[in-house]
């Protein structure tokens, strides 16, 4: 069984056929899928996919591209998702992001302290992105590393050896999207040897950058499969080893909510 830890399932990608994607992530073998909001809005959309879907959980969050179009009570509305909805079992996504630089760093890294704190005060994990921002991301986060432990994910990982290893003894979880599987993508296939199973994950970063073989195409969590028969691959373990040890990982960063509220109605 495989946990898809990041998808975004609102996405108008999948309008017209969210059921049948959802169905097809089951027989694939997926036991879970984590649908992470970007903005109020679609986090909103999250939890109540979460809510009609017992495959889905959700994650509530403003991610920093969107930081700057947030109304201030954009994320009042992200903290009472986060307290009183209890099919949220994460904050985010949010990070920072120097690549596309539609918000000023700074209004950025408001936005990520923000993110921290809440996680922290409700004892829930975090879902970093990082987008050539690494030093900044690592900056931050041993900040509050010195507070205590970070319970985090560095979410589609795409930095190099030594910001792995940075995030790892910072205590973080590296996740590997589809890009991980992409002939060019050499330098992400080397530090997905360094990340010791215990601390992998695997997501498909849905509707984005689908895996090796189905590149090209929207991508769904069914095609988390093929990441991680490819990270099997990589790290040179049985697919059988690599997901059951990527599932408990999860299971152990997220935790999930309690049996009878997972019996949604579908
Ligand atoms: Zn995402």
Request: charged content about 25%; some cysteine; aromatic content about 8%.
């Amino acid at each position: 069984m495989l946990i898809d830890t990041h998808a975004h399932l609102f996405d108008d990608r999948f309008r017209h056929d969210l059921p049948a994607v959802l169905e097809r992530a089951a027989a694939a073998g997926v036991e879970r899928v984590i649908c992470l909001g970007i903005d109020r809005a679609s986090s909103l959309q999250s939890v109540d996919i979460a809510n009609r879907y017992s495959l889905v959980v959700a994650a509530v969050g403003i991610q920093p591209n969107h930081a700057a179009e947030a109304a201030p009570d954009d994320w009042d509305a992200i903290v009472t998702l986060a307290e009183r909805e209890p099919r949220v079992v994460a904050i985010g996504e949010t990070g920072l992001d120097r690549y596309w630089d539609r918000t000023p760093l700074a209004v950025q890294q408001d936005y990520f302290a923000r993110h921290i704190e809440l996680a922290r005060r409700l004892n829930k994990p975090f879902v970093i992105h990082c987008r050539d921002a690494e030093a900044d991301v690592v900056n931050m986060l041993r900040r509050y590393a010195a507070q205590g432990p970070l319970r985090a994910v560095m979410h589609s990982f795409s930095g190099d050896r030594a910001t792995a290893h940075a995030c790892l003894e910072l205590g973080l979880y590296i996740s590997f999207a589809g890009m991980v599987t992409y002939p060019t993508a050499q330098n992400l296939r080397e530090v997905a040897q360094d990340v010791p199973l215990e601390r992998l994950l695997v997501e498909t970063d849905s509707p984005y950058l689908a895996p090796q073989p189905v590149r090209g195409r929207r991508n769904e969590p069914a095609y988390v499969v093929h990441t991680a028969t490819f990270l099997a691959q990589v790290k040179n373990v049985r697919l059988e080893d690599l997901e059951n040890q990527t599932t408990r990982n999860a299971q152990e960063l997220f935790g999930w909510p309690q049996q009878t509220q997972l019996e949604a109605r579908n």
